[in-house]
């Protein structure tokens, strides 16, 4: 069931009330009863609620009862026996996005690429691992990636030469700022620029460099490559729960200490007459506190 907010080019079920407001739109009911009993579905324009309650309790009356008792394991089995859909035909210049088939004026239109079973429109999706999109392709290269890398990705596979545990991590073990995320590299730094430069010495490769060219031209390459290691280490940490302890925490607040602590850094300095909060910014004139 589709809803529509404003009237659709083809429908054939109305809202009752619509049908109460619009006269013309009464000289159609007998048309749109007789549609109905061509589609299993319907298409429903309700121009007064998008309650799902409302609509149900004005469009079911009008439908026919299901006799087939059909569930969606009995189409899925039986849609594998459907014959395949024939190619859409290549686009004209100015021609429309789908090539589509009508049996008439009025009919609601159904793509050639999708079969139908029952009276309903069964779709066939194909997998990202065939499409040829180029988005599909960046996909792909994350996963091959994201199989380089230790399982951490948040924090370093070793610390202190020792390798990582729940217990050492929750004992609040200092971390590095940077690190590696390669499986067996111990690499630690303090700067992105550094670990940049480790990745394209030590980790390079045909399909990193692929990911990394991926992106716009007007952006530097540092970006590209961050933006990569971004997408991969996202792709690792959703496959379950973030990983919380005590040394995360340490190294967070510690990253936060070091980016409020230069001069020039924002401050909310606190009034000991008003108790009025007011920020400020040392080397700039016209703060209303000092």
């Not at 026919?64 to 594998?80: L, R, V």
């Not at 924090?155 to 590696?180: A, F």
């Not at 961050?226 to 005590?246: D, F, H, M, S």
Request: aromatic share 8%; net charge negative; with cysteine.
């Amino acid at each position: 069931m589709v809803h529509y907010t404003d009237p659709p080019e083809h429908f054939n079920a109305v809202c009752p009330r619509v049908w109460d407001e619009h006269a013309p739109l009464a000289l159609m009911r007998e048309r749109i009863l007789l549609k109905l009993r061509d589609f299993g579905g319907c298409a429903y324009w309700c121009a007064h609620s998008l309650d799902p309650f409302l609509i149900a309790e004005e469009i079911l009356p009008v439908l026919e009862p299901s006799t087939d008792g059909e569930d969606a394991e009995s189409i899925s089995s039986q849609e594998e026996d459907l014959p395949a859909a024939p190619a859409a035909a290549p686009l004209e210049a100015g021609g429309p996005p789908l090539d589509v088939a009508t049996s008439g004026a009025g009919d609601l239109a159904q793509p050639k690429s999708a079969s139908t079973f029952g009276g309903r429109v069964v779709p066939r999706a194909m997998p990202s691992s065939e499409s040829a999109h180029p988005r599909a392709l960046q996909e792909s290269r994350f996963e091959e990636i994201a199989a380089q890398w230790h399982g951490w990705v948040v924090v370093p596979e070793y610390i202190g030469g020792v390798p990582t545990t729940r217990e050492l991590l929750d004992s609040g073990v200092c971390l590095p700022k940077k690190h590696c995320f390669w499986k067996g590299c111990q690499w630690t730094g303090s700067e992105n620029s550094a670990r940049w430069t480790h990745i394209r010495n030590k980790h390079w490769s045909k399909v990193l460099a692929a990911a990394v060219a991926y992106y716009h031209d007007g952006l530097s390459q540092e970006r590209h490559l961050e933006t990569v290691l971004n997408q991969v280490a996202g792709l690792i940490t959703r496959r379950g729960a973030p990983l919380c302890c005590v040394s995360i925490d340490r190294r967070s607040l510690n990253n936060l200490w070091s980016a409020l602590a230069p001069e020039d850094s924002v401050e909310s300095v606190v009034c000991f007459s008003c108790a009025c909060s007011h920020p400020l910014v040392r080397p700039l004139r016209g703060s209303r506190i000092s």
